[in-house]
């Protein structure tokens, strides 16, 4: 089956210590039509993240010196570039830090380049956006919050809220469907752009960190409501 298109040539960040796996990474993903670039230390990985030359970034954890995890909260604290983090297969603690710290999604190692590109190009579809109708111009209003599709911008009660990628991805989802449940696996599909893996607890904590993120009604509540067992859904005041 054939992708959908991309943007032309999406420019990608590797930042791996293992110079033979990020160069067999490279040349496969060039054939798939990415502009890819890498590097081999954490250093030197946030500064050509924050160059603003790239369109989203690989980043393994597992790195002397300067990790990924560390790599990836310096990033965070400049920007809200898509990050796709490499973990290590059947580590949860990396994976659920890393989300917490605003990866955007991960993938265990050791990991198949077609697995790899499937994820990056999930991500891309959601932030790279080519200019739509009135359905995207359009804001989408639950007052307080204000969501802009297009322009991918958030504002509560009249305030800009910092979301990554990802964030604001399950958080139009959910917006879009106010006061209805929303599946997780609806959710990892429309948000994540990927099926839901079996105890996968990626969506938990990207909703962990919106509510945080978000303010709260007047009587208190969040206005993401955990539907137990079935998935999430957005309150109206």
């Known amino acids: 089956m054939t992708a959908p298109p991309m943007p032309s040539d999406p420019r990608v960040l590797l930042v791996d210590d293992d110079v033979e796996l990020s160069r067999m990474l490279m040349e496969y993903m060039g054939g798939e039509g990415f502009d890819v670039h890498a590097v081999h230390d954490g250093e030197a990985g946030v500064g050509q993240a924050l160059s603003g030359s790239y369109d989203l970034i690989v980043v393994d954890v597992m790195m002397p010196r300067l990790n990924g995890v560390e790599v990836l909260r310096r990033i965070r604290a400049r920007s809200s570039l898509p ?4 973990t290590a297969k059947g580590d949860d603690i990396d994976r659920v830090v ?30 790279q956006r080519e200019p739509g109708g009135e359905e995207l111009n359009s804001p989408l209003e639950v007052a307080p919050l ?86 999430y859904q957005y309150l109206r005041e």
């Open 98 to 127: 890393g989300l917490e710290l605003g990866a955007d999604d991960y993938v265990p190692k050791p990991c198949s380049p077609r697995e790899l590109v499937a994820r990056v190009r999930a991500i891309l579809r959601r932030t």
């Open 146 to 231: 204000v969501l802009w599709p297009q322009k991918r911008s958030v504002e509560w009660d009249g305030t800009p809220l910092a979301l990554t990628s990802t964030e604001f991805n399950l958080l139009e989802v959910l917006v879009r469907h106010a006061g209805r449940v929303v599946s997780k696996g609806d959710l990892s599909e429309q948000g994540l752009g990927r099926p839901l893996a079996r105890y996968d607890r990626s969506i938990d904590v990207h909703l962990s960190s919106l509510r945080h993120k978000l303010g709260r009604y007047a009587d208190g509540r969040s206005p993401i409501e955990t539907v137990r067992g079935i998935g």
């Open 83 to 86: 990050v796709l983090m490499l």
